[in-house]
């Protein structure tokens, strides 16, 4: 009963390839996420998105989009890969927005570009 | 800019207490996060603040001072299982989280 559930765990691939990730929660959450946490442990948010808007991080190179087929679904979709892309993804949901939303995450996909 | 601050690593002895600080800098405030990372794990949640004060939740507690821009996560009786990152976050006026780099608790017998 994963709350939170991404896929793959692990994806090791070629610089300059296109790879997706898919998260899924059951949690009826109206909100998710994508955050990039590097070697260094910072966790940076990439995306945050409701089913009514999506908030970009001005940081996050265009060859990161997200894609949501339902409420349910947050997908990152990541075009021409560079080695610098190489860190641990993690997707993650919330209730909403409002007071005293609590971040629920997925287990993370390690991404290794070579 | 938006700045958290938090000790990169900290050692402290099975069944002890130790305290990890948080400073943070924001573009307004609504609320800040503890969340506890086990090596090679997601961050799971461990507690909230929005008012001044302490909040109690078993064997860990969690202080705000708003006027200070500081927070703290004490935890009691410490277990070697509480070795792993604890992540300090605060929610903005836009209500986006900015996350700490964390800090890395390593639990001594």
């Known amino acids: 009963d994963t709350a939170v559930s991404q896929t793959p765990k692990y994806l090791v691939t070629q610089m300059g390839n296109d790879k997706s990730i898919k998260c899924e929660q059951n949690?009826?959450?109206?909100?998710m996420y994508w955050y990039k946490q590097d070697s260094k442990k910072f966790l940076k948010i990439m995306f945050s998105?409701?089913?009514?808007?999506?908030?970009i991080n001005e940081t996050v190179p265009n060859r990161f989009s997200p894609k949501s087929p339902d409420k349910a679904h947050l997908n990152l979709h990541i075009n021409s890969l560079e080695l610098g892309d190489s860190a641990v993804y993690f997707c993650?949901?919330?209730?909403?927005?409002?007071?005293?939303?609590?971040?629920?995450f997925g287990p993370g996909t390690r991404l290794l570009v070579l | 800019g938006q700045n958290i601050d938090q000790p990169t690593e900290m050692t402290a002895t099975e069944g002890a207490i130790v305290q990890i600080n948080c400073t943070y800098q924001?573009?307004?405030?609504?609320?800040l996060f503890w969340y506890q990372q086990h090596a090679g794990e997601a961050p799971t949640f461990l507690s909230y603040?929005?008012l001044d004060g302490l909040e109690e939740k078993g064997r860990f507690s969690s202080f705000l001072s708003r006027s200070k821009g500081y927070s703290y996560l004490l935890l009691k009786e410490l277990q070697m299982k509480d070795s792993a990152s604890y992540l300090c976050?605060?929610?903005?006026?836009?209500?986006?989280?900015?996350w700490g780099a964390g800090t890395k608790l390593i639990i001594k017998p």
């Open positions: 924001t573009s307004g405030f609504n609320g």
């Open positions: 998105y409701n089913n009514k808007e999506l908030i």
């Open positions: 976050a605060v929610r903005d006026s836009n209500y986006q989280l900015i």
């Open positions: 949690l009826g959450h109206d909100t």
């Open positions: 993650a949901s919330s209730e909403g927005q409002g007071d005293q939303e609590t971040q629920y």
């Open positions: 603040n929005v």
